[in-house]
């Protein structure tokens, strides 16, 4: 998603305006599951809001490996979306071992391993096959030299106790967790082992204390923003089927809270993602 991009909306020669009327900055949606079917009957006008907005750029991670080409056709359906690929841990009970070998040989052209990890947020009955899958997919994001996207709800002990003896040496970063909600002492554990962290529409709901903390007293290089649309939709539209375009909205909940502008947090974002994914985009 160049176009607005490559239109030059960044850079204006004229003094800087105090107008409210400015172009939203361009964004990255650093996690977003646009191969949900729930996009299906509308995903060229989803694509194309986003567009309108200034989304630059999209990453899917995956869930499933009977998924995976369905992600894979629409990297090459629609310009500016990147795929990961992975086996997500709230479906482990649809992975094998057959995937994990075809996994490895899915990431030809990939930005990332993921979505795994480990979910112990309802029933933890099969928490060791969980760790296996995310062990397995640790190791083969290591062998691509690929950053993980993990998600960590309710675990984030455990998935850094996993990451932490896996020697993770990548020099554009380790990886994410998404939809950061951890202890900024455990922000800090997983900053030192290379690892960003991204926030979406938690962010912008009134008594998300936690997370307001977080994002106010966190390095910039350290964050990336997120939509995980379909899901974690903004507080405004509670209830909605989320999409990329409100991505502005997780953008200006972490500016008021940080009393720093727009275009600061977007620029950091965006460049964050781009060194951790290797995106083939320009940082300006
Ligand atoms: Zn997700």
């Given at each position: 998603?160049?176009?607005?991009?490559?239109?030059?909306?960044?850079?204006?020669?004229?003094?800087?305006?105090?107008?409210?009327?400015?172009?939203?900055?361009?964004?990255?949606?650093?996690?977003?599951?646009?191969?949900?079917?729930?996009?299906?009957?509308?995903?060229?006008?989803?694509?194309?809001?986003?567009?309108?907005?200034?989304?630059?750029?999209?990453?899917?991670?995956?869930?499933?490996?009977?998924?995976?080409?369905?992600?894979?056709?629409?990297?090459?359906?629609?310009?500016?979306?990147?795929?990961?690929?992975?086996?997500?841990?709230?479906?482990?009970?649809?992975?094998?071992?057959?995937?994990?070998?075809?996994?490895?040989?899915?990431?030809?052209?990939?930005?990332?391993?993921?979505?795994?990890?480990?979910?112990?947020?309802?029933?933890?009955?099969?928490?060791?096959?969980?760790?296996?899958?995310?062990?397995?997919?640790?190791?083969?994001?290591?062998?691509?030299?690929?950053?993980?996207?993990?998600?960590?709800r309710n675990s984030l002990e455990d998935v850094i106790d996993m990451l932490k003896p896996a020697a993770l040496n990548r020099s554009h970063g380790n990886g994410v967790i998404h939809s950061f909600n951890g202890s900024i002492q455990q922000a800090h554990r997983l900053i030192d082992l290379h690892f960003k962290l991204s926030f979406g529409g938690p962010v912008t709901f009134a008594n998300a204390r936690k997370i307001h903390k977080l994002v106010t007293n966190l390095p910039l290089e350290a964050m990336m923003l997120e939509t995980d649309a379909p899901d974690q939709s903004p507080a405004q539209h509670r209830g909605s089927r989320n999409e990329p375009k409100w991505i502005h909205e997780v953008l200006q909940a972490v500016s008021t809270l940080r009393g720093e502008p727009v275009d600061e947090i977007a620029i950091a974002s965006n460049h964050n993602a781009i060194a951790l994914f290797q995106l083939p985009l320009d940082s300006g």
């Open positions: 998603m160049s176009e607005r991009h490559s239109a030059g909306t960044s850079a204006s020669p004229e003094p800087v305006s105090v107008s409210t009327s400015a172009m939203p900055p361009d964004l990255i949606d650093t996690h977003i599951h646009f191969d949900d079917d729930r996009f299906d009957t509308d995903r060229d006008r989803v694509y194309h809001n986003a567009i309108d907005a200034g989304i630059r750029a999209m990453v899917i991670p995956a869930t499933v490996q009977h998924r995976w080409s369905k992600i894979q056709h629409l990297t090459t359906q629609y310009d500016g979306v990147f795929a990961a690929y992975g086996l997500h841990p709230l479906f482990c009970d649809q992975h094998t071992d057959q995937h994990l070998d075809q996994l490895s040989h899915q990431l030809h052209r990939a930005v990332g391993v993921g979505e795994c990890g480990l979910d112990k947020h309802k029933d933890t009955t099969d928490l060791q096959r969980q760790r296996q899958f995310f062990e397995a997919q640790i190791n083969i994001a290591r062998d691509a030299n690929l950053p993980l996207i993990i998600h960590a």
